[in-house]
């Protein structure tokens, strides 16, 4: 079975090796348009006798040196759009692959006894549990039996994929335990293993 890291490592060794090819020909691109630069101030500087060697050399360097410049601010941006669309591409993957499991008899289970355990976890004060649509219209009354009174089952409007969002009633604790969190925190690692790839 291909895991994420797998994917993630094959996505970076394409993008490695597309990187590196497209950079080895911009720069040679690049080095064939400097030269022609310098060579194209050496000829003014033959033609122009009153002008000074140094003056042309340092326009010759300071236009080449733009020319670098605005290869490599291209490239950089090329680079950071790679790794959007990498990341992008790898969480609508995990997120389809979600919605596909919260159809699953494995993610009932997890889900009611992840509600259950609240009874136990959260005996202090009154909360609110907030489901998706899907989950409340499907779950909602099996989950009510399940929570004692400290409890009250709530849909909530946007789409957390499934899982469950617990927020206290006077809204100073709030833990999410939706699968859109899960997604949303493995979207940071994600990122972060791109970036290192990238290095």
Do not use: P
């Not at 789409?159 to 997604?183: C, H, P, W, Y």
């Amino acid at each position: 079975m291909t895991t994420i890291n797998d994917k993630i490592k094959l996505f970076s060794k394409i993008v490695f090796d597309k990187i590196d090819g497209e950079i080895e020909q911009e720069i040679k691109s690049f080095e064939r348009e400097k030269e022609g630069i310098i060579n194209n101030e050496k000829k003014k500087a033959n033609e122009y006798k009153e002008k000074s060697i140094g003056d042309i050399s340092r326009k010759a360097r300071v236009k080449s040196n733009e020319i670098i410049s605005k290869a490599k601010l291209t490239r950089q941006k090329e680079i950071l759009k790679l790794k959007d669309d990498l990341i992008n591409e790898q969480l609508e993957s995990i997120t389809m692959k979600l919605k596909e499991f919260t159809k699953t008899q494995d993610y009932k289970k997890i889900l009611y006894s992840q509600i259950e355990d609240l009874n136990s976890k959260y005996a202090d004060k009154k909360y609110d549990v907030y489901l998706n649509g899907k989950d409340f219209i499907e779950y909602g009354e099996e989950i009510k039996k399940l929570l004692n009174e400290n409890f009250s089952l709530q849909k909530i409007n946007n789409d957390i994929v499934g899982g469950f969002i617990l927020q206290d009633k006077e809204g100073t604790m709030r833990i999410d335990n939706s699968l859109a969190g899960k997604i949303y925190a493995f979207k940071e690692n994600v990122g972060i293993k791109v970036t290192e790839a990238f290095k």
